[in-house]
């Protein structure tokens, strides 16, 4: 069963602490992306991974930064947390092969930072 | 920079009606249009995509596609309550990239 998951799905931090978002897939997929999701502002990307180690800025990075070690799990780490930071964070992931690869979401993390 | 627009930004049908959602793109380039459809307080998810210029069919819905006019459509017969979603067009120069999304327009059906 082809999957996408994130840990935690809700997240209440303080202004100023470390939030780290978690994300899996079970598909072999080498390309993974986090975005964030605001009402009336659509999906925005914030960092694409095309495989292990391999990292590049999507179109909103300020404040964020990525890890990915195995293929399977991505994370996204909020080095002191901002309140305009709080969104709807969702992490994707697609194959490379063939030319138009589906992006497979995960069901998201609601981060609230007060 | 792609930019993606979507019109309308909202819409009410009634439910059986015939709905049509428009997208906008600027990039000549790109090769890879998409549409996803989110109900409410859950993923994105794929619903349709298509490569070529022309039209495709998959039951009640209709993705068509004119690169020369920067612009791709999806149309949904017999609307049902179900379909009530956020629908969001995505556009890609290559598969595996960057996708840009629009900002979506919400559909609401009314049984």
């Known amino acids: 069963d082809m999957k996408v998951t994130q840990m935690p799905r809700y997240l209440i931090k303080r202004m100023g602490e470390n939030v780290l978002l978690e994300c899996g897939q079970d598909?072999?997929?080498?390309?993974m992306y986090w975005y964030r999701q605001d009402p009336g502002l659509g999906l925005q990307l914030i960092y694409i991974s095309y495989d292990v180690d391999s990292n590049s800025e999507g179109d909103i990075p300020k404040g964020y930064r990525v890890s990915r070690k195995k293929r399977e799990h991505f994370s996204l780490i909020l080095d002191s947390a901002k309140t305009n930071q709080t969104s709807v964070y969702f992490c994707?992931?697609?194959?490379?092969?063939?030319?138009?690869?589906?992006?497979?979401f995960g069901p998201g993390t609601r981060l609230t930072v007060l | 920079q792609q930019n993606v627009q979507q019109s309308p930004e909202s819409l009410i049908v009634p439910e059986g009606a015939r709905t049509s959602l428009n997208c906008t793109f600027s990039d000549s380039a790109s090769q890879y249009f998409w549409w996803y459809r989110q109900h409410s307080g859950k993923a994105p998810k794929a619903l349709m995509s298509i490569f070529s210029n022309g039209e495709k069919e998959e039951g009640r819905f209709t993705i068509h596609l004119n690169k020369a006019s920067l612009h791709f459509s999806l149309h949904i017969r017999d609307s049902q309550p179900s379909d009530s979603a956020l629908y969001l067009c995505?556009?890609?120069?290559?598969?595996?990239?960057?996708?840009?999304f629009g900002k979506g327009t919400s559909l609401n059906v009314i049984p």
């Open positions: 994707a992931s697609s194959s490379s092969l063939g030319n138009y690869a589906e992006q497979f």
């Open positions: 995505a556009v890609s120069n290559t598969g595996y990239q960057n996708f840009y």
């Open positions: 598909m072999s997929h080498e390309t």
